[in-house]
Structures are given as C-alpha cells and as structure tokens.
C-alpha cells in the first residue's frame, strides 16, 4: 500500500505530537508509531520540563546551568535560543489544558534537580510526562487532518526514489512495517521527520520503555547521515533496585526534595565527590554511586527520604510512593536500594536549529536528534524542553516551505522487495544476538570505560553487526529483527564514538585517558557509516 501525506511524522512522545499538532494546520500528517500511540519515553518522565518561570530565576542562571552540565561541549548559541524560548510553550501546554502542580500560596511549584542553583522545574506531582502526553494524543487522535498509525514501525527511509545507501539525496518518507497485517507500506511525504526518541535498550539495565531502540538514529545512519557525540550516553543515578522492577526510575526530584544517598551500611558519601553533594550534575553522581559499588561489592545503595514527613511524600511523589510500596518498599520510613541504569542518549542525528538534517525532506528532533544542546552531559528535565522548542522550530520551517519549495510532485517509488527471503524459524537467533549487545554494552560501554573494554567492544559488535546484516537479508523482517538491527546499529555508533574521544568529559569517562584535553577533543564527534 501507497500512504501519501504533507508530513511524515515517525514517533509519538512529546515532539512527534507537538510537531504534529502544529503543522496539521498546514498540511495532512500521516504519524506512525511502533506500539500504543502513548508508549514513549515522554509517557515515563517523572521529573518535569525545566524552564525559567521563578521570580528568583534568570535565563543567564539557566544558560549556566545548561552549559556547566554540558562540560564545554554544548552549542552556546542552542542554548540560549532553547532556553529563552522554553517558556512561553511551557505556557502553551498550560493553555492546552495541562494541569502542572501549584503551590499551595500560589503560582507553579518548581521543583529541583540535580545541576540546577534554582528550583526550576515545571511538574504535574511524579507523573509529569503522563500528564502531558494524554493530553497532546487526546488533542491528536481527534484531529481532521492526522491519520494515526499504531503497531507501524519504520523500517528504512526511502530517499532518492530508493532505500540505497550513501547516497546524497532527497528523503521522500519511508518503509514501514505493519506489524499486525506483517506487511512493509510506502509512506510518501514532503517532509518526513524523526521523532523516535531514545536507544537506552542497547543496555541490559535502562530507565527507558522497550520501544527506545534507537530506531531513528539507524535509520539515518544508513542513511548516510552525520551522527554525532554518541559516546555522551547518561546513566540516571537512581532506578529501583529489585528483580520485578523493570525500569522503574525514581525521580532526581526525590534528592531535589533533601533525600540522601546511603551506603549499605547507612553512610552517606556524595559530599566526598562533588560539592552539591546529592544534586551534583548526573555524571558525577552516577559514578560515584558505580565507584562505590565496586568498591564495597554491593548490589545497590540507598535513597533516604524518610526525615520528609509520610504526607509530604505521599503528596510529592504518589506515583514513586505507591510503585515502591508495591514491591514491599515504604519511603516513608525505609530507605530505597537504588542503582543506575542508562537513561537517555545525548548524541543523536545532526540537526540545525530548525531540526533539519543533511538530507533534504529530513527533520530530526527529540531525543534522536543530536542539536547541540546538551554537550558532553544533559542537564536535568532540559529534554521535554528541547523537545518543545525544536518540535515549534521545525513545524514553522516546514510550514512555510510546504507549498514553495516542495512543489514539485512526489516521484514514483518502488514497493518494498522482500527478494528471497523466507521466514525464520529460530527467533533464538534474535533473542541471542540482542542479550548479548545490551550485555557487552553494561560491562564494556558503561558508565566508566577503559581502552581494552571499549576494543573488546569493537570485536564484538564488528562479527554482531555481519551477522546480523546477513540474517535481516535472508529471513522476512520482523518488528524484533527490526530492533535488533538497529540496536546493533546504535552501539556501533557508541562503542567508535567512544574510542574515537581519548579524553573523559562529561559522560564518557575513560580510565586510560581520565582528563578533559580541551586542546584535542573541545568539539562534537561526528561519525558517518
Ligand atoms: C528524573 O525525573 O529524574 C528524570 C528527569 C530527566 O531525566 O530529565
């Protein structure tokens, strides 16, 4: 089947709907997403959206803020226009009907954390990213001109008339399976955009929901396209430590609020590493807590918030109270065992400031786009931000281009060719290849990274990523070989990008070359497959 729209929106958090809901008014949108139209990484976000909305706060202090977390890496002219910016579509969601908490003496309650001086974060209680994404799917699903695709999940853009590779050119949508009917639909559009957020599934323990599999980074990478500073990936200090708690992320707003960080042995140690103690920026204190655990040989250490009152945290926090309370924890009175777990990618594909990539007809934005904000270390809750201003940025460049620049008719493209291949009947080849990525990545590609680990790597993904190219060849795809394959993708990119920066900095820290070498390394990595 042909689907023919103005806009080809891939992904459903809050930038795929943002985008979409702003240049509906232009065009037809046609937006695809893997599963629910609900699942993403937005939907999980606990903490909130950072924007300078406080009396006592500054577009200076935030720029700080930003660029101090970014370790010399972030793009300062991005980052004034995010954050000077941010604000006023903050008030935009607010307008739309999305209800962030108050404080009881009125005006927004800001909460705090990690590498903020101010309270500065927009909340709805702990279930912010619910809040907003049931509001912006409301607001689409009801729309005249947005056709939702569900269980579609893109396989490869379609560029030039062709899905071949290296090749500069115009990109004119994409191949897409629907995974119910098992069928690969051409999409068709003018302009088609990357809104497929995170890769945290490439690790064996991450925050993320399983559709981060870093579908738009692979895409775009086989595509030709330049990805960059794939080695900056964030560890969030503290998920839930328990065999069924699944990703579950126990929001930084819970140390923005005075929770403590205890060893097994009740001993608090973060002032020993940054002078922000629990609310250091997240590299310092996601190492940290990995240094200690090597150290000692335990599993996990403890968040204490229980010198709160039970109805301050019962309030503050319901969704992490109840969560916790279900897997035997009471905050109220006991500290929880915590870990970290990878949490969100700060590399991604190289934008502009209006989320065009190289390609022309290409968009990126959200957590797949790489636009220069966030350097070498994401502040805190600055994602839903980027998220919001990039979605606006990019709908406004596509709008005013839609009937001039793309006037010319869609060329005819082929169908997908599935060639010779059949269907696979050993899926264990699948689950064997993914376990044993999300498993090297932990140990080799993790918080701290040493040469030999990251060569090992390198071995590794080299023999994955052959076989794994044959396997897709011979067998009809599959929504899991799909993923696979663009997981494979995805740590490639990591685990060179990684080897490529012989320093530490932010995010990526290296035992064999432990300093920052401004001289040699004060720039982005840009990779080309
Ligand atoms: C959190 O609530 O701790 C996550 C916020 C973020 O990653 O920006």
């Known amino acids: ?141 009801g729309h ?19 899905s071949g590779r290296h090749r500069p050119g115009v990109v004119r949508g994409a191949y897409v399976l629907d995974k119910i009917a098992s069928t690969v639909h051409t999409f068709l559009a003018k302009n088609t955009v990357l809104a497929t957020g995170g890769a945290g599934k490439v690790y064996l323990y991450t925050s993320n929901p399983d559709v981060a599999t870093g579908d738009g980074i692979a895409m775009a990478a086989r595509a030709g396209l330049t990805i960059s500073n794939m080695e900056f990936v964030q560890f969030h200090p503290t998920c839930l430590y328990h065999p069924h708690a699944k990703n579950f992320l126990i929001s930084e707003a819970v140390r923005g609020e005075g929770a403590i960080l205890r060893l097994a042995d009740g001993r608090p140690f973060m002032k020993k590493y940054h002078p922000m103690a629990e609310l250091g920026p997240r590299d310092i204190v996601a190492r940290a807590i990995d240094f200690e655990l090597k150290k000692s040989g335990q599993e996990c250490v403890y968040l204490d918030m ?55 007809g290409l968009y990126a934005i959200g957590e797949c786009a790489c636009t220069g904000l966030h350097g070498a270390n994401r502040l805190a809750s600055n994602s839903l931000l980027e998220g919001l201003v990039f979605s606006r940025r990019a709908a406004l460049d596509m709008s005013a281009s839609i009937n001039t620049a793309h006037a010319e008719p869609l060329p005819s493209v082929p169908p997908w060719r599935p060639g010779s291949a059949v269907r696979s009947d050993e899926a264990v080849v699948i689950t064997q290849n993914w376990e044993e990525i999300r498993r090297f990545m932990w140990n080799y590609v993790g918080i701290v990274r040493s040469e030999r680990r990251l060569e090992r790597a390198l071995r590794r993904i080299t023999l994955l990523e052959k076989e794994i190219e044959e396997y897709y060849w011979d067998f009809t795809i599959t929504s899991d070989l799909v993923e696979l394959r663009n997981i494979a993708t995805v740590a490639g990119l990591i685990i060179r990008s990684a080897i490529m920066r012989k320093e530490s900095r932010g995010l990526h820290y290296n035992i064999d070359y432990p300093e920052r070498d401004d001289k040699n390394f004060g720039r982005d990595t840009e990779i080309k497959l």
């Open 144 to 162: 005249k001109n947005i056709s939702i695709y569900t269980d579609h999940i893109a396989v490869n853009l379609i560029k030039d008339g062709t």
């Open 306 to 360: 229980t010198d709160k009152s039970a109805k301050f945290i019962k309030e503050r926090f319901p969704n992490i109270y109840e969560r916790c309370l279900s897997f035997g924890f009471d905050m109220t009175v006991e500290p929880i065992p915590v870990v970290p777990a990878a949490h969100y990618i700060c590399g991604g594909i190289k934008t502009d400031m209006s989320g065009r990539t190289e390609l022309k």
């Open 1 to 141: 089947m042909e689907i023919i729209s103005d806009f080809l929106i891939i992904g459903s958090g809050i930038s795929g709907l943002t985008l979409a809901l702003k240049v509906a008014e232009a065009g037809s949108v046609s937006l695809v997403t893997k599963t629910d139209i609900e699942e993403s990484a937005t939907y999980y976000a606990q903490g909130g959206i950072a924007g300078v909305l406080g009396p006592d706060d500054s577009f200076a202090s935030h720029i700080t803020d930003t660029e101090t977390a970014g370790a010399g890496l972030c793009h300062s002219s991005v980052v004034k226009t995010v954050i000077e910016e941010g604000p006023a579509l903050i008030n935009e969601l607010r307008e739309l009907g999305i209800g962030f908490s108050d404080r009881t003496c009125g005006g927004l309650d800001l909460g705090k954390e990690g590498g903020h001086s101010i309270r500065r974060v927009v909340h709805a209680g702990d279930f912010t990213g619910r809040v907003i994404e049931e509001v912006l799917v409301k607001a689409v699903t």
